[in-house]
């Protein structure tokens, strides 16, 4: 009973490490990418970890109904902005005001 005591803690511990060695080599090796496709709506984007796509989004984030992009280049900025908050362990989300920013910059004509 006493030799139980001792080892559950270290056995703990050990847990919490291989855990967080996990996440950590995982995150650091991961291969990110956005893909920014046409739609009949307009522009979507997805984001694929290690060629796997985790994210499908044929809309405008924050936005109420179903609004797509209207731009390549907006749907590719905020594929990567949520990209950059993956990688700095933050949640995937675009608030409206993230949104309101990217939508204002000027968007290049190349990319309607």
Known sequence: MKTTRKILPSIALLLIIAVATTIFFS?????????????????????????????HQ?????????????????????GNLVVKKIKKKQLPTITTDELNSILKNKQRPSDN
């Open 27 to 55: 995150n650091r090796y991961s291969h990110y990418k956005v893909e920014v496709y046409k739609s009949e709506q307009g522009w979507g984007y997805d984001i694929l970890i290690n060629k796997k796509t985790v994210i």
């Open 58 to 78: 044929p809309y405008m984030p924050s936005v109420s109904g179903k609004v797509a992009f209207e731009s390549k280049y907006a749907a590719k900025k905020t």
